[in-house]
């Protein structure tokens, strides 16, 4: 007789932990019914529409799960009491050490499940696509309690920049993906941040440095050091 239940041993949240190593290896689309039901223990199709409603259910629980986890890397952008660059740093250390993590697939499930998908799916696309904006936006707070604080230029484009940050922290995704070792990763890290460690005066204003000597027959010019600043944590 054909099963119709669930597995005596049904653990919903094991299963959708079982469920997002699967979309995030091979993607929303890309996963079948069938590798689902049978990654979550042989799961019967009435059991599965049972416990979940279906598969936009449960990529959906899925994807509260995999923030509630492993999107937690990113916690920092949204803590005030850490000095700006503190918070960037930390988030994007942290979110190269699990993206490389070999006990799982390789990269952000955010950005790798649903690159791609057909119309009949884009809700759940707008889903991923709210929170990385909400990423984005915690990028931008950041910047600009940096020009606030006087450690970016007053003349800084927040949102141009948090753009950039945002842009990225997704392309370590693909890099992830692709291979890249998290040393590979923090070598990138370290030299994105470096632009942070230019000097800045009061109120964000650029530091003139002295000039040389006034030479007849030649200009002088401004020269900008890099300064190395001190108290980031390296995770």
Known sequence: ??????????????????????????????????????????????????????????????????????????????DETLPPREAIERAFRLSARMQTDPAHPRGCMMVLSMLTCSP????????????????????????????????????????ALATLLSTFLMGLSVQARDGASRRVLDAAISQLLGFWDAPTGPRGSPVEQPSPAKRPGRHTHRLLSPVRTTGISHV
């Open 1 to 78: 007789m054909a099963r119709t239940g669930r597995p005596r041993s049904f653990d919903k949240e094991e299963a959708i932990r079982q469920a997002m190593q699967l979309f995030w290896a091979q993607g929303y689309e890309a996963t079948s019914l069938t590798q689902l039901k049978a990654g979550m223990g042989g799961l019967s199709t009435a059991s599965f529409y049972a416990a979940f409603g279906s598969k936009e259910g449960l990529f959906r629980d899925v994807f509260d799960h995999y923030l509630a986890s492993h999107g937690q890397v990113l916690a920092s952008l949204w």
């Open 120 to 159: 009949e799916h884009r809700d759940l696309r707008a889903r991923l696509a709210q929170e990385r904006e909400r990423n984005r936006a915690a990028l931008r707070a950041c910047v600009e309690r940096a020009v606030k604080a006087g450690d970016l230029p007053r003349k800084t484009d927040a949102g």
